[in-house]
């Protein structure tokens, strides 16, 4: 990472070419705000190694418990339990909840405000899981995080677009998805740990996400606000000053004249999710839907929730399987800083079809290899292909660090215009956390009946993605924000249909001579 003062340029065009150093203030504040990912992926890894203890399963879940020590039970089917999967799912199905929430006090309140009201949704959350009693309460906990979720989700990734230099602003975005590997890890490190408490490890387990959250929440009492958000609710003179500092530099002027702009136009917006099914819309509205859709369905979440579970089903003991996740949980986190080095140099196309190709072959010979090795009798791989199989996984989970896991969250954020930016990462989350839910609710029990062509099933989807990627998916790398439409859209061979001038919000139409004259006034 650039050292600080170092100045960057946020623009190559005309006219964009914004002087901009790398601060202490943007780092902090972006380090400090990316912990929201911290705490969304240490609740994405904690739950697949919580289900996998005895301890936890037999207190909540005894008919699985039972399941999992008989052995004429169906090595694919022991898990296979709806409330099981509720307590992971129930979190994300609170999070699409929310969103609708978050998009309003993002909007309105700001970005920094909605991260402090995810802090609060964390730590409470946090506690009714460490405390619960029994099943209503434990599902009570996941909600309240889910509810969190929510409000990160829909903050976070506009915070780290907004406030980071346009040069870098890929890199400082990932830090978000970065956390998120980070959190999974320590979630697998921990499980490996808490295991060996009896019978209270799961509680401990649960018990520590309070960490992410508190360092949350503290982050966002600390953060400054972005000056897009400012600046959109017409505190001009703070949004200023706050560019002034975040870019170390006195000379914002025509860096703040695009925002404000931006931003009269945002204004005279009344209705942004009705604004978003407009034509003019239709290629950021697609993109961001999709990309959320095949992210889940590259089968990583299937993956990351359940890793410890799905070691198991595959004859792994105890101890081999959390061993196993907390190795997949480190190659995550490796591969996520190459895409911190690599996506504003390479670019995001480049790496989501060498991805693709990569994540493609690896789940295919996964499938290829369970389907000889591992029936509903038999489990033992042996140890050869047993290390073959987790080789094979850690190459389809570091394919997707680098590629569709941080750039699923990143593309989005950075494409959306100002009057509709609120509304489509609401819209963003919402479909993430929709099919994180379906295929967090659904994977054991299409494990059961698909057994090894779950992964077969999933290489399929990562075709069709990479199909997607190769003709519909234009480059953003080094395009400023306020220019995606003119130098991305209106370039694109297929997207440039949608974007004639006269598809233009009424409103919009009614204020151009009025937002021209207050631009040039400032």
Same mark, same amino acid.
């Given at each position: 990472?650039?050292?600080?003062?170092f100045?960057v340029s946020?623009?190559?065009?005309?006219?964009?070419?914004?002087?901009?150093?790398?601060?202490?203030?943007?780092i902090?504040?972006c380090?400090?705000a990316?912990?929201?990912?911290?705490m969304? /992926?240490?609740?994405?890894?904690?739950? /697949? /190694?919580?289900?996998?203890?005895d301890?936890?399963?037999?207190?909540?879940?005894?008919?699985?418990?039972?399941?999992?020590?008989e052995?004429?039970?169906?090595?694919?089917?022991k898990?296979?339990?709806?409330?099981?999967?509720?307590?992971?799912?129930?979190l994300?199905?609170?999070?699409?909840?929310? +969103?609708?929430f978050?998009?309003y006090?993002?909007?309105?309140?700001?970005r920094?405000p909605?991260?402090l009201?995810?802090?609060?949704?964390? #730590?409470v959350?946090?506690?009714?899981?460490?405390?619960?009693?029994?099943?209503?309460m434990l599902i009570v906990?996941r #909600?309240?995080l889910?509810?969190?979720?929510?409000f990160?989700?829909?903050a976070?990734?506009?915070?780290?677009?907004?406030?980071?230099p346009?040069?870098?602003r890929?890199?400082?975005?990932?830090?978000?998805?970065l956390?998120?590997?980070i959190?999974?890890l320590?979630?697998?490190?921990?499980?490996?740990?808490?295991?060996?408490?009896?019978?209270w490890?799961?509680?401990?387990?649960?018990?520590?996400?309070?960490?992410?959250a508190?360092l949350?929440t503290v982050g966002?009492?600390?953060?400054?606000?972005?000056?897009?958000s400012?600046?959109?609710?017409?505190?001009?003179?703070e949004?200023k000053?706050?560019?002034?500092?975040?870019r170390g +530099?006195?000379?914002v002027?025509?860096?703040f004249?695009?925002?404000?702009?931006?931003?009269?136009?945002a204004?005279q917006v009344?209705?942004?999710?009705?604004?978003?099914?407009r034509?003019?819309?239709?290629?950021?509205?697609?993109?961001?839907?999709?990309?959320q859709?095949?992210?889940?369905? +590259?089968? #990583?979440?299937?993956?990351?929730?359940?890793?410890?579970?799905?070691?198991?089903?595959?004859?792994?003991k105890?101890d081999?399987?959390?061993? %196993?996740?907390?190795?997949?949980?480190?190659?995550?986190?490796?591969?996520?800083?190459v895409?911190?080095?690599?996506?504003?140099r390479?670019?995001?196309?480049?790496?989501l079809?060498?991805?693709?190709?990569q994540?493609?072959?690896a789940?295919?010979? #996964?499938?290829?290899?369970?389907?000889l090795?591992?029936t509903?009798?038999s489990?033992?791989?042996?140890r050869?292909?047993?290390?073959?199989v987790?080789?094979?996984?850690? +190459?389809?989970v %570091?394919?997707?660090?680098?590629?569709?896991?941080?750039?699923?969250?990143l593309?989005? %954020?950075?494409?959306?215009p100002?009057?509709t930016r609120?509304a489509?990462?609401?819209?963003?989350?919402?479909?993430?956390l929709?099919?994180?839910?379906?295929i967090?609710?659904?994977?054991?029990?299409?494990?059961?009946?698909?057994?090894?062509?779950?992964?077969?099933f999933f290489?399929?989807?990562?075709?069709?993605?990479?199909?997607?990627?190769?003709?519909?998916?234009p480059?953003t790398?080094?395009?400023?924000?306020?220019?995606?439409?003119?130098?991305?859209?209106?370039?694109?061979?297929?997207?440039k249909?949608?974007?004639?001038?006269d598809?233009?919000?009424?409103?919009?139409?009614?204020?151009?001579n009025?937002n021209?004259?207050?631009?040039?006034?400032?």
């Amino acid at each position: 990472m650039p050292a600080a003062g170092f100045s960057v340029s946020s623009g190559a065009a005309a006219g964009s070419h914004f002087e901009a150093k790398i601060t202490p203030v943007v780092i902090l504040s972006c380090v400090m705000a990316a912990t929201g990912g911290l705490m969304f /992926g240490y609740d994405v890894g904690i739950s /697949g /190694g919580v289900t996998s203890m005895d301890d936890f399963l037999e207190k909540f879940f005894p008919a699985v418990y039972r399941r999992k020590h008989e052995t004429t039970e169906s090595n694919y089917c022991k898990y296979d339990s709806q409330g099981l999967q509720l307590f992971t799912s129930s979190l994300y199905l609170a999070g699409l909840t929310a +969103t609708f929430f978050a998009s309003y006090t993002t909007r309105n309140f700001g970005r920094r405000p909605t991260m402090l009201i995810a802090g609060f949704f964390f #730590i409470v959350g946090v506690v009714f899981n460490g405390a619960a009693q029994d099943l209503p309460m434990l599902i009570v906990g996941r #909600i309240l995080l889910g509810c969190g979720v929510g409000f990160a989700n829909q903050a976070v990734p506009l915070f780290l677009s907004e406030i980071a230099p346009t040069r870098i602003r890929g890199g400082l975005n990932i830090l978000f998805q970065l956390n998120i590997t980070i959190g999974i890890l320590f979630a697998n490190l921990v499980n490996y740990g808490t295991d060996k408490i009896h019978p209270w490890g799961w509680r401990l387990s649960l018990s520590l996400a309070g960490i992410p959250a508190a360092l949350l929440t503290v982050g966002a009492l600390l953060v400054v606000e972005t000056p897009n958000s400012l600046i959109e609710r017409g505190r001009l003179e703070e949004g200023k000053a706050v560019l002034r500092k975040i870019r170390g +530099t006195s000379n914002v002027d025509p860096e703040f004249e695009e925002i404000l702009a931006a931003s009269h136009a945002a204004n005279q917006v009344k209705h942004p999710f009705r604004n978003l099914l407009r034509r003019r819309s239709r290629p950021q509205l697609v993109i961001a839907v999709l990309l959320q859709i095949f992210q889940q369905f +590259t089968g #990583i979440n299937a993956i990351m929730f359940y890793a410890p579970v799905l070691f198991n089903t595959l004859g792994f003991k105890s101890d081999a399987s959390l061993y %196993s996740a907390v190795i997949t949980g480190a190659v995550n986190v490796l591969s996520t800083v190459v895409s911190i080095y690599a996506v504003d140099r390479v670019g995001r196309r480049a790496l989501l079809l060498e991805a693709g190709a990569q994540m493609f072959v690896a789940q295919v010979v #996964i499938a290829v290899v369970l389907g000889l090795k591992v029936t509903d009798s038999s489990d033992e791989l042996g140890r050869g292909w047993a290390i073959f199989v987790v080789i094979m996984v850690c +190459t389809f989970v %570091s394919s997707f660090a680098w590629s569709w896991g941080p750039l699923g969250w990143l593309i989005p %954020s950075e494409t959306f215009p100002l009057e509709t930016r609120s509304a489509g990462q609401s819209v963003t989350v919402c479909v993430n956390l929709l099919f994180t839910f379906v295929i967090a609710q659904a994977f054991l029990s299409m494990l059961c009946h698909l057994k090894y062509g779950i992964f077969a099933f999933f290489s399929a989807w990562v075709l069709i993605m990479s199909i997607f990627v190769l003709f519909f998916l234009p480059e953003t790398k080094n395009v400023p924000i306020e220019e995606m439409a003119d130098r991305v859209w209106k370039q694109h061979w297929f997207w440039k249909r949608y974007m004639d001038d006269d598809d233009v919000d009424d409103d919009l139409k009614k204020n151009t001579n009025n937002n021209k004259g207050a631009v040039n006034g400032v």
